[in-house]
């Protein structure tokens, strides 16, 4: 059985204290209420940097240059209506000051607390190489 793939790009943006930044999905989105890193699905004709660089300014108010993202792992998931690829960058230089543009809570949650935030399936595995990092 085949299912649509669906590339999202996610971002770990770390702050000079080590910190990574989780969003909380908005109510009335699926899955809803979870924590997850920030970023977005690509967009026919883009490169997943070009996807954060957009959205992170979109939901974070936030530029970010492409040379300061760094791919670091990725995840492949099943759901149960398609399958999800997600390459997640670590990003620790940007300009502008993070504040939440559409209406999603924000924290910053140092490495060995991720766990601690309810995640989507896909997201989990990446805290391992995240507290691996940092």
């Not at 997850?36 to 992170?56: A, H």
């Not at 209506?81 to 140092?110: A, I, N």
Request: net charge negative; aromatic share 6%.
């Amino acid at each position: 059985m085949s299912s649509r793939l669906v590339l999202v790009a996610a971002c770990a943006l770390v702050d000079a204290d080590g910190r990574v930044l989780l969003a909380e999905r908005p109510a009335g989105k699926p899955m809803a209420g979870l924590w997850e890193f920030p970023g977005g699905k690509v967009e026919t004709g883009e490169r997943p940097e070009q996807t954060l660089i957009r959205e992170l300014n979109e939901e974070l108010g936030i530029t970010v240059s492409e040379p300061c993202l760094a791919p670091l792992t990725f995840a492949s998931h099943a759901y149960p209506d398609f399958h999800l690829l997600m390459p997640l960058y670590v990003c620790r230089r940007w300009e502008g000051m993070v504040s939440p543009k559409e209406g999603q809570r924000l924290t910053w949650v140092r490495p060995n607390r991720l766990r601690d935030y309810q995640m989507p399936p896909a997201d989990e595995p990446l805290v391992a190489h995240l507290m691996a990092l940092l």
